[in-house]
Nanobody, 123 residues
């Protein structure tokens, strides 16, 4: 499966963005999808994940209550709605896929990656 992120950009603190992760090559419905981010000088971290059928989600504490992950398998796309953005959310955001199983909230289980999209939040 190939993944392409879009929707990044520059936004003021308190603003919103919606990222999209579009899949090709195979149906996204076969995969759990995670959103990761990597800020300058920091390790990449899993911030949100959704199971193949959308039945379960995971959020890191740093984004809980502000970010929402969803999926539309008919459109082969997963979304990350980001509200109340903060300057510390500035990062490159990646989506990644793993074949469905019990480990959708395990960062190390993700095997297929997009190229990333940059989100910059200004103060």
């Amino acid at each position: 499966v190939q993944l392409v992120e879009s929707g990044g950009g520059l936004v003021q603190a308190g603003g919103s963005l919606r990222l999209s992760c579009a899949a090709s090559g195979r149906a996204i419905s076969n995969y759990h999808i995670g959103w990761f981010r990597q800020a300058p000088g920091k390790e990449r971290e899993l911030i949100a994940a959704i199971t193949w059928n959308g039945g379960n989600t995971y959020y890191a504490d740093s984004v809980k209550g502000r970010f929402s992950i969803s999926r539309d398998n008919a459109k082969n796309t997963v979304y990350l709605q980001m509200n109340s953005l903060k300057p510390e959310d500035t990062a490159v955001f990646y989506c990644a896929a793993q074949i469905g199983g019990p480990g959708y909230y395990y960062a190390s289980a993700y095997a297929y990656w997009g190229q990333g999209t940059l989100v910059t939040v200004s103060s």
